[in-house]
């Protein structure tokens, strides 16, 4: 069964970049014919989709945070990671690396790892 | 794109059913039977409960059921219990390959 687990710094100054990676473990991310994603949750908010990317490289993001979000995937690693870009205070949040099943529905979700912005 | 609606809290005794509304546009619930529901306690991460508006994954109680209506989606529970006390979110497609998540509805069991 794929498991999911981001990693990355937990602390990132404003107008920086985040940069988080997820690690896939139980398969190979280019022999799945999943699309490969990125969910956030400020605290005590609701959730966020991000953006999903496929193994080729093909990736779809939010239309509210696409000029500064980039997706990339490094199959030779078996994993996929998120940069944001100029981060603010409301980019704190868990940040959650999922399988996007078909586009349609997320379904596993690594664990979340929670990223603050602040000088 | 807008959130999906979500009304904020609901709440039921043991054993009684609730219903959660999820309330969108043409855009996005009223155009594709793409719904899916997220059940999360808290400091975990969420898990998915209806996938394509109806459907349960493997491990998923039968007390849970999704439907349709327009640009309204719903979740069931049924039999209420104590360990569905949990946030609740709906997600839909919304076309071009987006999703957009619903605002969230705390479940409390009474």
């Known amino acids: 069964q794929l498991q999911l687990q981001e990693s990355g710094p937990g602390l990132v100054k404003p107008s920086e970049t985040l940069s988080l990676s997820c690690t896939v473990s139980g398969g190979s991310i280019s022999g799945s014919s999943y699309y490969w994603g990125w969910i956030r949750q400020p605290p005590g908010k609701g959730l966020e989709w991000i953006g999903s990317i496929y193994y080729t490289g093909s990736a779809y993001n939010s239309p509210s945070l696409k000029s500064r979000v980039t997706i990339s995937v490094d199959t030779s690693k078996n994993h996929f990671s998120l940069r944001l870009s100029s981060v603010t205070a409301a980019d704190t949040a868990v940040y959650y690396c999922?399988?996007?099943?078909?586009?349609?529905?997320?379904?596993?979700w690594g664990q979340g790892t929670l990223v603050t912005v602040s000088p | 794109q807008s959130a999906l609606t979500q009304p904020a809290s609901v709440s039921g005794s043991p054993g009684q059913s609730i219903t959660i509304s999820c309330t969108g546009t043409s855009s996005d619930v009223g155009s594709y039977n793409l719904v899916s529901w997220y059940q999360q306690h808290p400091g975990k991460a969420p898990k998915l409960m209806i996938y394509e508006g109806i459907y349960r994954p493997s491990g998923v109680s039968n007390r849970f059921s999704g439907s349709k209506s327009g640009n309204t989606a719903s979740l069931t529970i049924s039999g209420l219990q104590a360990e569905d006390e949990a946030d609740y979110y709906c997600?839909?497609?919304?076309?071009?390959?987006?999703?957009?998540f619903g605002t969230g509805t705390k479940v409390t069991v009474l």
């Open positions: 999922v399988i996007d099943f078909n586009l349609y529905w997320f379904d596993p």
């Open positions: 997600c839909s497609y919304a076309g071009s390959s987006t999703k957009v």
